[in-house]
Structures are given as C-alpha cells and as structure tokens.
C-alpha cells in the first residue's frame, strides 16, 4: 500500500525516528505515454507526462508541503504562512489542516484561478488578497517570519525542494532504471526544476538510473525574468501558476540549466493554450494552462530543429505538467467554448452526429 513520499522514499530524505509524518499519500502519480502525440513525430520521439494533477490537492505542490509540514511539526511550529499564485496555498492549507496547524496564506488579488481559491479557503485557512503582485506577497511573508514565529513554506523552504526531487525517483522507477535524455518543465518561482535535477542526480550517483537528462526550462513569454536576465515588475501570462517576475530560486535553476547542459527558454501565451488543447483532445490529460507550458516548449524547439543531430536515435523525453485542469475551470470554458442547448428531442441529437 502506498502511504507517501516520505515513507516510500525515507532513505533519501531529511527525516528521522523523531519526525511526525504529515500525508495525505502524495506522489506515485502516473507517468502518461503520450502515444498519439509521439506517433506524429516520425517514431524518433517517446514522449511521457508526468501527471502531477493526480496528487491529492491536484498539484506538484504536495510533494514538498508534506515534507515541510512534517518538518515544521517536529520543529514545534504552530503555524504556517506562505505567498502563493494558487498551488502552495491550496497544498499548505490541506496540509495544515491534517497537521492541526494554523494557515495563513497571501495571495495577488484577482490573480488567482477560482479552483485554487476555493481550495485554500474550504480547508479553513486565513486567505489574505494582496494588491500587487506574487512578489509583493512574498516580500510581506518574509517580513513577517523575521518577526513572528510563523515557519514559511514557500520553496525557498528548503525541504519543500527536497520532497519535490521524488518525482525525479518516480520517473526513473516507473521506466525501470532508465532516466530521459531531456526533461521539460514549466517554471514559474524556478524551485521545482533544481529539485528534478537533484533528484536525477542523487538517483545516478546512486547506480538507480543510467544516465543524467538535460534540464529544459520554459517560462511565459510575458512573465519570463530568467530569459530576459531582469525582473519583470509586472509579469502577465494567461499560465498563472507561473505568473512570477523574480523568481525566488533563479540561481539555482540557472545553476541546474549549466549542471545539466539544458536551457531555460520562453513560450507565448498562444504557444500554451494550444499544447493545452492537444494535450486534452489527443491525450486526454487535463491539466492548468501553465502545465502545458512544457509540451509548448518541446514543440517549440521541435519545429526549430533544435533535435535534429539524434535523428539515427530515439529520444526519450519526460515532461512535467505539474496540475490538474480543475484547478482553472474558467480558462478550460474560455478555451473549449460553452456546451450546446438543444431541444429534448432525437432529431436535435443526430444533428450533431
């Protein structure tokens, strides 16, 4: 029976005898061949989703808030706070409900998908709208744990990134001791692509997998800081789990791109909302807008040719979409279009046939 990633992964973990462990059976998310998609690319291609939306609040966000909560119980903590573009807030609100704990999270006012919002809420947490940005909720948190006893759960905790880099240990289980020749993921706050290349590398230097993946990193053309090599004050991108103008761990994703000979590039908005229909409509996986960020960016480098010296070779390619579609039900409306009203009559039935 699977009970977490703590339990299943104890080894490779930050905890001990000592350490409460706070789950809600985060993790063994399914890792999704993507035949039909693979299929279109000339069998020179495997494509494989790494479907973080199966995870119990819907997103990748458990994976680590399990790990910090865990942490921040055995620490003594009473409370917990953290910034949020929706994800954290709805991972630390249900962990902190199962721990016993208070929450407070802080959030961009009008900037957050409804689904988060009525996620963060529902658990009982105290939800505090932010007029400003991602960055400017982040700020406050932090002022506010260098003066009150509130331990912050954002990924600059640094066990939040090491409960992350199990989904790294999950792909390479599932495909048997085989690591990807390229892993893509979306990045927003720019934590959970160091974690992946943590994990893929405690997992090689440990004779678990065969070989080290190139780290490809995508950001929204209108919040894409680590790209433009500046802070975007106000960034702007339909993908808003990845609505973010300084990313709290910049270094360390530019570190992993350098380590693993990857990149971190950027996708426009229309580059997004179009994976994120050809991931509904020939995969089946619905996922949020900013998940498919990385399927926008496999393609894009694609269509560049930027693959064309493994032409006499298969590649492997693993890509994170790191929530679930219900997390924005108003963008899947948006983008799919509203249903048909129609007598109840058979006649009106076939008509659509």
Known sequence: ???????????????????????????????IFGKNISSRLDGKFKLFFKFEGANPTGSFKDRGMTLAISKALEEGSKAVICASTGNTSAAAAAFAAQAGMKCMVLIPNGSIALGKLAQALIHGTIVLAVDGSFDDALRVVKEVTQKYPLTLVNSINPYRLEGQKTAAFEICDSLEGRAPDFHFIPVGNAGNI??????????????????????????????????????????????????IGNPANWQKALSTKEESK???????????????QILAHDEGIFCEPASATSLAGFLKLHHQNFFEDRKKEETLITLTLTGHGLKDPDRAIKTAGEPHVIKPRMEEVIKWM
Do not use: C
């Open 1 to 31: 029976m699977w009970k977490g990633i703590i339990d299943h992964y104890r080894e490779f973990l930050p905890v001990s005898d000592r350490t409460p462990i706070v789950t809600l059976n985060e993790g063994n998310t399914p890792l």
């Open 194 to 243: 160091s974690a992946y290349w943590q994990g893929y590398s405690e997992y090689f230097k440990l004779k678990k997998s065969d070989r080290l993946p190139r780290m490809m990193g995508f950001q929204a053309a209108g919040a894409a800081p680590i790209v433009e090599g500046h802070v975007i004050e106000k960034p702007e991108t339909i993908a808003t789990a990845i609505r």
């Open 262 to 276: 990857g990149l971190i590039d950027k996708v426009t908005d229309q580059e997004i909302l179009e994976a994120y």
